[in-house]
């Protein structure tokens, strides 16, 4: 089993930025792929980013590219999210992800944390 557990949320302003992490437990995660997965009310959750386990070839949504970056640091069993000028587009419930290396679904999330953006 996986636990994961997001921080780093909050209010920031229109082209502020802010930082994400996942900390996870239970299993290296070095031995998983993670991502981030983000969620408005009344609509389903929305693919962001996610890296694999050997840290290659981070894939993003076009509506962040160039703005957030993933990465992770296996040795902390910690992903981050840094996002660059926010948008009120953006302001979402973020949930962290994990899958193991036989599973094609992500399949452990986390509990989610609020980012708002505000114009």
């Known amino acids: 089993q996986v636990h994961l557990v997001e921080s780093g949320g909050g209010l920031v302003q229109a082209g502020g930025s802010l930082r994400l992490s996942c900390a996870a437990s239970?299993?290296?995660?070095?031995?998983?792929?993670m991502a981030w997965f983000r969620q408005v009310p009344g609509k389903g959750r929305e693919f962001v980013a996610r890296i694999s386990r050997s840290a290659g070839s981070p894939y993003y949504t076009d509506s962040v590219k160039g703005r957030f970056t993933i990465s992770r640091d296996d040795a902390k069993n910690t992903v981050y999210l840094q996002m660059n000028s926010l948008k009120p587009d953006d302001t979402a419930v973020y949930y962290c992800?994990?899958?193991?290396?036989?599973?094609?679904?992500?399949?452990?999330w986390g509990q989610g944390t609020q980012v708002t953006v505000s114009s």
């Open positions: 992800a994990a899958r193991g290396v036989l599973s094609t679904l992500f399949n452990y």
């Open positions: 239970g299993r290296a995660s070095s031995n998983l792929d």
